[in-house]
T-cell receptor, first 111, second 115 residues
Framework: RKEVEQDPGPFNVPEGATVAFNCTYS??????FFWYRQDCRKEPKLLMS???SGNEDGRFTAQLNRASQYISLLIRDSKLSDSATYLC????????????FGAGTTVTVRA | NAGVTQTPKFQVLKTGQSMTLQCAQD?????MYWYRQDPGMGLRLIYY???????DKGEVPNGYNVSRLNKREFSLRLESAAPSQTSVYFC??????????????FGPGTRLTVL
């Protein structure tokens, strides 16, 4: 089983729509969770950390469900500029500061 | 600050050739990492350096070597390139001493093709 699994998509949505997707992780001892954004042929960049209580950053909302071991990302009022691949990232307990990366969920926002 | 820089951006090698990928960071981070990214797969850790003077293998170290030259620089060497090493290589850094210690910052990547 992969450490982090994501639906690869693509999710094709019109501008202004809401899109949401999840990832699951296998290690119940993981403590740190992130969403990274990766544009085509570019490096991953941190979008947001995910906290236990859930958190928002503008149009982006991240939720963590420890019991079911999944993380979600919701994007409201989608913009063309939100088109990217979103990587779910989880730390590896007992492996100092090493991270496991999902393969990514691709979102395409159309005009 | 430039953040994390990598050279070269693109490289084409023939099977059996060697090359070194360079990485430097100006954020005074202690930890540095080398990853490869292949289609349909998450980033996979090749080698990492928790601090200056130390290096350790990651998930996929075979065919690679690394050098942590100083706190700023971490290089990745392919001694005898193989077509299976065709990939995009990313360098990253982080500082475990910070509250955001798990957060890693990435360089722009090197696209390597081995013929």
């Amino acid at each position: 089983r992969k450490e982090v699994e994501q639906d690869p998509g693509p999710f094709n949505v019109p501008e202004g729509a809401t899109v949401a997707f999840n990832c699951t992780y296998s290690n119940s001892a993981s403590q740190s969770f992130f969403w990274y954004r990766q544009d085509c042929r570019k490096e991953p960049k941190l979008l947001m950390s995910v906290y236990s209580s859930g958190n928002e950053d503008g149009r982006f909302t991240a939720q963590l469900n420890r019991a079911s071991q999944y993380i979600s990302l919701l994007i409201r009022d989608s913009k063309l500029s939100d088109s990217a691949t979103y990587l779910c990232v989880v730390n590896r307990p007992l492996n100092d500061y090493k991270l496991s990366f999902g393969a990514g969920t691709t979102v395409t926002v159309r005009a | 600050n430039a953040g994390v820089t990598q050279t070269p951006k693109f490289q084409v090698l023939k099977t059996g050739q060697s090359m070194t990928l360079q990485c430097a960071q100006d954020m005074n981070h202690n930890s540095m990492y080398w990853y490869r990214q292949d289609p349909g797969m998450g980033l996979r850790l090749i080698y990492y350096s928790a601090s200056e003077g130390t290096t350790d293998k990651g998930e996929v170290p075979n065919g690679y070597n690394v050098s942590r030259l100083n706190k700023r620089e971490f290089s990745l060497r392919l001694e005898s390139a193989a077509p299976s090493q065709t990939s995009v290589y990313f360098c990253a850094s982080s500082d475990p001493g910070l509250a955001s210690g798990d957060t890693q910052y990435f360089g722009p990547g090197t696209r390597l093709t081995v013929l």
